[in-house]
């Protein structure tokens, strides 16, 4: 058997491999959903900011980046940004 045989069959093997790998990737896949299927804004999103209230008023140092911020983006389009 030649080298070139060998790795036609082996890429066959890997290819069929794969294939099946796939397809119960799929079936199981088909079968979750079809138990609880997932509907956009239902899921529960745990975490949060652990101070809220800290976002309502920006700093100095915030103000500062967003300034940098809009002047890069109008430079990009090439505008310029004044104040």
């Known amino acids: 058997m030649e080298t070139t045989e ?3 069959y ?3 093997a890997l290819t069929i491999g794969l ?3 796939i ?3 799929r079936i199981n896949n088909i079968a979750s959903s079809q ?3 997932a509907i956009a804004g239902q899921d529960i999103i745990e975490g949060g900011a652990i101070n809220p209230e800290q976002f309502d008023e920006p700093d100095d140092d915030a103000l500062d980046e967003m ?3 809009l002047e890069q983006a109008a430079e990009s389009q090439g505008l310029t940004y004044e104040e």
């Open 10 to 12: 082996a890429m066959i």
């Open 23 to 25: 397809w119960r990737m």
């Open 35 to 37: 138990d609880d299927p």
């Open 19 to 21: 294939l099946v790998f």
């Open 67 to 69: 300034q940098e911020l």
């Open 6 to 8: 060998v790795g036609t």
